[in-house]
């Protein structure tokens, strides 16, 4: 009988659920309770398969648009945001919804309404196609606001009117990156003005700041998330250039035993939309294999809380 090897896991702190996913699936769940199966939800309420498997069994009914939610259905927007038209085109039809929208994605698009107000062209510095993005561009009216999405278009970009320029960005951003980058708009133009605060959430920021404190310590780090979760791939980037091998899995039973092979210290963390069972499940395979040994980080305690939509407060 072959002895396992040893390893030894550095499990970054904070991880997994920030508090903005934690109401998203809250409000679903109380839906729920209020209203009983079915309960639509347009999009992904947050970007994990396993969370969303789980809200299914319970008798939530995931769409893409909300054409296919059946009149007189509660309906649950997901927490990326939506853009102005998808509550109006609600109302339009009577339909029951419920806004799970970030309050943090929220502020943004006030944000960007405000700047519109004051006569600015924003560049909005993100990722094409992220839900995020599309909500936030519909929060405006069309060619009020210019993607950027990299450095290099931060330099090639020419506007129109680079005297009265507003940037924002999508809050789940890599915070270096995002730091590049604006550093790039405020250097070409002076005038350009941003949001008082940082745009990218706190709990991004706390998980990309754990990464690098551990990645330096460790040989490969596992990032448990869904590929299309921007702070998920976001995490892998971040490992990656502190020097670690990261690779991206969904759960425990994606990983690769041969990309572990060699390696004696591991890191581990999970994206925002990753619940903590995910975690402990990756963390039982690998002492199947292994023999583990865990240290916990010493990151940022997060306390963050917020309030539920007004009418489910009492619910909860």
């Avoid at 330099?155 to 009265?164: H, K, L, N, R, Y």
């Amino acid at each position: 009988m072959n002895e396992r090897p040893p390893l030894q896991l550095l499990i970054a702190a904070p991880r997994g659920f920030c508090a903005g996913v934690d109401r998203a699936i809250r409000i679903v769940e109380l839906a729920l309770e209020r209203y009983g199966a079915p309960v639509f939800v347009r999009h992904e309420i947050v970007h994990n398969r396993f969370v969303v498997d789980d809200l299914k069994a319970k008798g939530a009914v995931f769409v893409k648009e909300l054409d296919e939610v059946p009149d007189g259905a509660p309906v649950v927007f997901s927490a990326h945001g939506v853009p102005k038209a998808v509550p109006a085109k609600a109302e339009e039809r009577g339909l029951d919804y419920l806004d799970a929208t970030c309050p943090l994605v929220s502020k943004v698009h006030r944000q960007a309404e405000r700047m519109v107000e004051q006569g600015r062209h924003i560049l909005f510095i993100g990722h094409s196609g992220h839900p995020e993005v599309i909500g936030t561009f519909g929060q405006v009216t069309d060619g009020q606001m210019t993607l950027i999405e990299t450095a290099a278009d931060a330099e090639a970009i020419m506007p129109a009117s680079a005297g009265s320029l507003a940037f924002l960005t999508q809050t789940t951003l890599s915070v270096d990156d995002t730091a590049e980058i604006v550093a790039i708009l405020q250097r070409r133009f002076p005038s350009i003005t941003g949001p008082r605060g940082e745009d990218i959430c706190y709990a991004t920021s706390n998980r990309q700041a754990a990464v690098k404190e551990i990645a330096t310590r460790c040989q490969a780090i596992l990032v448990i998330g869904a590929p299309n979760s921007s702070n998920s791939v976001r995490l892998v980037e971040v490992a990656e250039r502190e020097g670690a091998r990261a690779r991206l899995i969904g759960r425990a039973s994606e990983i690769d035993l041969g990309w572990l092979e060699g390696v004696t210290t591991l890191g581990i963390t999970a994206g925002a939309s990753a619940p903590e069972t995910l975690v402990r499940e990756v963390v039982d395979f690998l002492r199947l294999h292994f023999d583990v040994t865990e240290e916990e980080s010493e990151g940022v305690v997060e306390r963050m809380v917020f309030k539920l939509p007004r009418g489910l407060e009492a619910a909860a």
